[in-house]
């Protein structure tokens, strides 16, 4: 059994790469761990090249081990699928690199009896573009839902616009797991579970930062700890304009404050009381029964992420924290969301695994990757995501290198904004600029 998996940043790659070690037909990675790199399939992985692109630490911190990892183009990734024979392709990408590689891949096999079987999905809680990521994921043979209700909404969007959504398939967020929490440690330890771009500017996560030191100068016997999730120098999926590390440099925090990075999950293993703001880190935590508290101070608001909590019981402030308030989670809300539902998650990815056996043994051809958008259904859009990819309308590589590859360092980023205003704006408005740019 071979898997590939195309990541566009280190979550999407832990997401990627941790999915596919459960989806191969075979065992759970609980009732089998796949400790030994020989056990279970080969993973190779492919990192797409951009500004996300994750670092050795990055990848390293999610702890799956790939027999292989390269950097590539979008052109590069699809000729290395027609070179290589694999089982199943992961695309862990952002939407419009779902769709673009979804058309290039549909192009690159065409005329094949037998392909691999294309998945695809979501690094965590969906609680925007919804419809927009949805139908861009289109045309992947299995589309991941972490939960039931996520597998619900699918399926809505999906029939609404006349779309096939027998894809949409119920799985669960690929990274919970570890031991439930057993009481306080010593010292009782806080998290505060940081995010890159939420809240998105400086007053609040000044404001946030304060009340973190606060908390922890108010309680001395306590550990206070700052999750980080990435380093200087390193990005994530969601730009980081003003990182916390920046910030505390202007606070003056007591020695049990401290900064932290590394896997969740070994975090949480000291944890006693996990707080963020709408990070995905919650689940992890609630799938633990760690105690855990999503902040109300900037208000419940979509462009924060916490309004899909509405209905978990862990709302709840800061001041009602440093008063002793511990939210006690709604355990149907929590069995909605693919959180240690029924006790069930060894078995969580069960479906998907019989599903893609089924497609992998299954008599006659595999049926084509048929998306929902096309050049007659989208036409002012998909030429766009398509170019941003250095894809033609027919999803085929473009002649030559991308610019942004071949061009000096401050050329490379005005050819990204072009290619940035392609997707936003579609392509004939911007062609212009990105053929000046492919003849520097």
């Known amino acids: 059994m071979r898997i590939a998996v195309l990541a566009d940043s280190d979550t999407r790659w832990k997401w990627g790469a941790l999915t596919a070690a459960r989806i191969a037909p075979g065992p759970s990675m609980e009732a089998a761990p796949r400790e030994d790199a020989q056990v279970g399939p080969q993973l190779d992985g492919f990192l797409l090249r951009g500004r996300s692109t994750p670092t050795a630490r990055q990848l390293a911190e999610v702890g799956v081990r790939a027999d292989s990892v390269t950097e590539v183009t979008a052109g590069e990734f699809l000729r290395a699928m027609t070179e290589e024979t694999y089982d199943i392709v992961v695309l862990a990408l952002v939407g419009g690199g779902v769709q673009a590689l979804l058309h290039g ?29 949805l139908l861009l994921r289109h045309g992947a043979d299995l589309v991941l839902a972490n939960s039931r209700q996520d597998a619900e909404r699918f399926r809505a969007v999906y029939e609404g616009v006349g779309a096939d959504a027998s894809a949409v398939t119920e799985v669960a967020l690929p990274f919970l797991g570890g031991a439930p929490y057993e009481g306080e440690h010593r010292p009782y330890t806080v998290v505060f579970a940081a995010q890159p771009s939420v809240p998105d500017n400086r007053r609040d996560r000044v404001y946030l930062l304060e009340r973190l030191v606060r908390h922890a100068r108010s309680h001395p016997e306590r550990e206070v700890l700052l999750k980080l999730r990435s380093r200087p120098g390193e990005h994530t999926t969601h730009i980081e304009e003003l990182p916390y590390q920046k910030l505390a440099e202007r606070f003056d925090p007591p020695s049990n404050f401290r900064l932290v990075y590394g896997n969740m999950g070994e975090v949480l293993d000291r944890t006693d009381l996990l707080v963020t703001v709408s990070s995905t880190a919650a689940l992890e935590s609630l799938h633990r029964r760690v105690p855990t508290v999503v902040l109300t101070d900037l208000g419940v608001r979509e462009v924060l992420g916490n309004h899909h909590f509405v209905g978990s019981g862990c709302l709840a402030s800061w001041d009602q924290l440093d008063a002793g308030h511990r939210p006690e989670p709604d355990p149907r809300w929590v069995a909605r969301q693919g959180v240690a539902a029924d006790g069930g998650y060894a078995t969580a990815f069960d479906a998907a695994r019989a599903r893609i056996a089924a497609l992998l043994e299954g008599p006659g051809p595999m049926p084509p990757l048929t998306p929902y958008y096309t050049p007659a259904t989208a036409p002012g859009y998909l030429p766009g995501i398509l170019a941003r990819h250095h894809l033609g309308p027919d999803g085929a590589p473009l002649p030559g290198a991308p610019a942004a590859d071949r061009a000096p360092g401050p050329v490379r980023q005005i050819v990204r904004r072009a290619a940035r205003g392609a997707y936003r704006h579609g392509v004939q408005r911007v062609a212009p600029v990105i053929r000046r740019m492919g003849e520097l």
Do not use: F, H
């Open 105 to 133: 891949l549909g192009r690159a096999w065409a005329g094949r009896e037998r392909r691999p079987v294309v998945v695809t999905g979501y690094v965590g809680v969906v609680y925007e573009k919804l419809a927009d990521g």
